[in-house]
């Protein structure tokens, strides 16, 4: 099984919302990942957890909040968001201790800010 | 440059082969990978390849690395309506939990 679950599958915010996007795994892996796709552009990366510890942060806008409570929960809190953050908003997640590495994704939650 | 690089578009007859190109830019990439993006869904792992090999093959995909020339290449044999998709090459920088470069993405059309 390498599901990889992401819910809402759509989101639609206004400017002073505040909402959460959520993603979970079963797969027993240990880094989480959130990427931000815009419209025919590649997926860019935004945070990457560690064993439940935020390891990489790509000087992502303090308006995007993520937080791990477990090792198979990842969430991103969103507040006053700008309409330039609507986007398709991916999550990933990855065994450690395979050497490959992989990285395996979610369905991804469409995000539309007015 | 920093850009991993991918040809925008490419379109093949249901049947044929389709050959995916990709310059990527770190030489001390350990993996390489390939996804598949179909509209509105998220990335799906078709395949990937370590550096120290130049050629992997998964039923109908066939990679094929040139390290010297930082190229990758993915293969798809007899081409069908359903590979219809945006495909992309990611390379892998740094340590265990760490960021993948993605390439432009390709968008390849497949046409009766």
């Known amino acids: 099984d390498t599901e990889v679950t992401q819910t809402p599958k759509h989101l639609v915010m206004g400017m002073t919302n505040k909402k959460s996007l959520k993603c979970e795994q079963h797969?027993?892996?240990?880094?989480m990942y959130w990427y931000k796709q815009k419209a025919k552009k590649p997926p860019e990366l935004m945070f990457v957890?560690?064993?439940?510890?935020?390891?990489i942060n790509e000087s992502v806008p303090s308006r995007f909040s993520p937080e791990c409570p477990n090792s198979s929960l990842l969430n991103l809190h969103l507040h006053a968001l700008q309409p330039e953050d609507s986007a398709l908003y991916l999550c990933a997640s990855s065994q450690l201790t395979r050497v490959s590495y992989e990285q395996y994704f979610g369905p991804g939650t469409r995000l539309t800010v007015t | 440059g920093e850009d991993v690089e991918q040809s925008l578009f490419l379109s093949v007859r249901e049947g044929d082969s389709s050959v995916i190109n990709c310059t990527y830019t770190d030489s001390s990439s350990t993996y390489l990978y390939w996804y598949k993006q179909e509209p509105g869904a998220g990335l799906q792992l078709l395949t990937y390849?370590?550096?120290?090999?130049d050629m992997k093959q998964d039923q109908r995909l066939t990679v094929l690395l040139n390290k010297k020339d930082k190229h990758l290449s993915l293969r798809i044999a007899d081409t069908q309506t359903g590979d219809s998709a945006i495909y992309f090459c990611?390379?892998?920088?740094?340590?265990?939990?760490?960021?993948?470069?993605f390439g432009t993405g390709t968008r390849l059309q497949v046409t009766l």
């Open positions: 797969m027993g892996h240990r880094a």
């Open positions: 957890y560690s064993y439940e510890k935020l390891s």
């Open positions: 390849i370590f550096s120290n090999m």
């Open positions: 990611a390379e892998k920088k740094g340590g265990t939990a760490s960021k993948l470069t």
